[in-house]
């Protein structure tokens, strides 16, 4: 019966490759992970700022399912669309210096939206090569012709560009390698050549730039700049969600014609509520992105010394590249054998044979925790 859509050989295929995925349950208390009954220390959240259990948000998530009850009942266009979340808009805005703001209940979801919404076949599109799965995965199903540029390689993108044609599309941190986007570039090649710039800030936002502002904020660019703004709630903010920024005009056009927002139950208010609580916390946590940006100067000082090839990041993403994917698993299997929780990634989520361990720190770790990270790798080193 299988053998209609040949279930059995893909997962056979993907397991003597090494490329098998297997789901693990685990309960998250603070910077730890319980599996089975043993306890590890998370290094493979995206959780960047230890929001995602902290008392704060527990307490806001509360408040706001007390206040408007647990779900939205419908889409944005019928009643779905609260008060909490025309709030949550108006914080983003003023947050983002952004004009409007349409909520999603996924980055996924937000990022197909929006490019479904634009391209026509009349339309190129042009994106990084390490754009996330979210943005790849439409641009090639969608009628218009997609040019894929190597990683950050700005002579390319200006290379294929073509005037008043369509969008181009990268990240503000790339979220398998933790390193930035080159943003100064990429809105002087869109402003010369008269296209459309989109930024995905998912790993910016909350941890770059003053009061959290992302990417662009940490390169002093106005927002004004990049026509659409594409961010998440599920990572820096701890709590689940996205959002689509730019101008009104964008933003009443995508109300009307994204089709996954006009057809889809809004996200619930209380979700909405706790993640402006998140955003208001967000502000004003310049110390815990300072302490961030230590533990990831502390990792980096001592992995490079114990001779470990990591990725050009600043950021909470620290990515040690290994190479075969079945030694990227072995590492991680030896680093949880030391009560290190990190996840090997192999791909197709990142390009063959650069499988790594994405090792991701939060402003909810420690010091010691840092510690225990490097003696546990020393361990393996060895
Ligand atoms: C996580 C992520 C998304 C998807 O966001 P979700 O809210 O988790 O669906 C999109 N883009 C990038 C770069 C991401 O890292």
Known sequence: MSDLFNLAGALQEREAAALLRRRTAVVRQGR???VDGLRYLDMAANDYLGLADAPVLRQAFAEGIERYGVGS??????TGYHEAHHRLEASLCDWLGLEAVLLFNCGFSANQAVLKALLGKQHLLWQDKLNHASLQEVGSQLPCSMKRFAHNDMAALERQLQPHSGLIVSEGVFSMDGDEGHWPRLCALAEQSGNWLMIDDAHGLGVLGPEGRGTLAAHGIAASRVNIHMGTFGKALGVAGAFVGGSRE???YLA??????VYSTHMPPAQAHAVQAALTWVRQADSQRA????????????ALAQGWQLGESRTPIQPIIVGASAAALQLAEQLRARGVWVTAIRPPTVPAGTARLRITLSAAHSEQDIDTLLSALEACRE
């Not at 009307?256 to 927002?261: G, I, P």
């Not at 302490?291 to 001592?302: K, M, N, P, T, V």
Request: hydrophobic share 45%; proline share 3%; aromatic share 10%.
């Open 256 to 261: 009307n014609f994204a089709r996954s927002y």
């Open 73 to 78: 009942s419908a889409s944005p266009l019928v």
């Open 250 to 252: 964008l933003i009443d």
């Open 32 to 34: 730890t992970l319980l």
């Open 291 to 302: 302490h961030l940006s230590s533990l990831i100067a502390r990792f980096r000082g001592g």
